[in-house]
């Protein structure tokens, strides 16, 4: 007998696309606008722009990844306390907890971005101040957590707005930055977290993926915005 709470989720992960469909994916979302980002989203990107600049680098992207997990752990934690107080309502207590899964699998997939980023600038030599690369994104990260899960506990939409957002500008952000670096194309993707998040010819078609993850998981928050509580 398989127990279901020690299942992965597997539907809830980004597919991965071959390098036709990357570079179709990578065409779609440089023609297409960015969402008009609520001021939240805007106070959060400012922040970024201010303290890390503008300009894309590996660094400032990991950054990104750092905050990127934060709503679907503040997500899960509320539905983990919502479960608690399901006396007698198996089935909802159900969605509830396929709605953590799914939270899971996407906070998951996020942390792939973020080791493989991690191990990217250590490989190219970079080095990284402390403070402003670690210190100062868990202080940003925290704050974020704490808006994300008050947001949610007053009005999800809110929260999944807010995540839409931010996913939506990641996903050109990365999309650019592949645009940014055509000698990618040519360039080998090697990793030891290959094997687990996936394989692939160049980093420009890793980017590309990546950059497409946050397509799946703009569009999962823009979906839930019209959905009512934990359904």
């Not at 100062?136 to 839409?164: D, K």
């Not at 670096?181 to 420009?204: I, K, M, R, T, V």
């Amino acid at each position: 007998m398989t127990d279901r709470a020690f299942e992965i989720d597997h539907s809830a992960q980004p597919p991965h696309l071959g390098h036709a469909a990357l570079v179709r994916a990578q065409h779609e979302t440089l023609a297409s606008p960015r969402r008009r980002y609520g001021i939240l989203a805007r106070i959060l990107f400012f922040t970024l722009d201010t303290l890390y600049g503008r300009r894309r680098t590996l660094s400032k992207f990991k950054v990104l990844e750092l905050v990127a997990r934060v709503p679907y752990q503040s997500w899960e934690q509320v539905a983990y306390i919502a479960i608690t107080h399901m006396h007698g309502r198996t089935d909802f207590a159900r969605r509830i907890y396929d709605r953590v899964a799914e939270s899971r699998a996407q906070q998951d997939n996020e942390q792939w971005h973020l080791l493989i980023l991690e191990e990217l600038i250590g490989r190219s030599g970079v080095t990284e101040a402390r403070i402003k690369y670690y210190w100062i994104p868990q202080a940003i990260a925290f704050v974020y957590y704490q808006v994300s899960w008050l947001l949610f506990v007053v009005r999800p939409s809110w929260s999944h707005r807010l995540n839409a957002d931010f996913e939506d500008h990641a996903e050109h952000e990365y999309m650019t930055l592949v645009a940014e670096h055509p000698e990618w194309e040519n360039e080998p993707f090697e990793s030891s977290f290959a094997g687990d998040y996936g394989a692939f010819a160049s980093l420009a078609d890793l980017f590309r993926q990546i950059g497409h993850d946050e397509r799946v998981h703009r569009q999962s928050s823009e979906a839930a915005m019209t959905r009512p509580r934990f359904l």
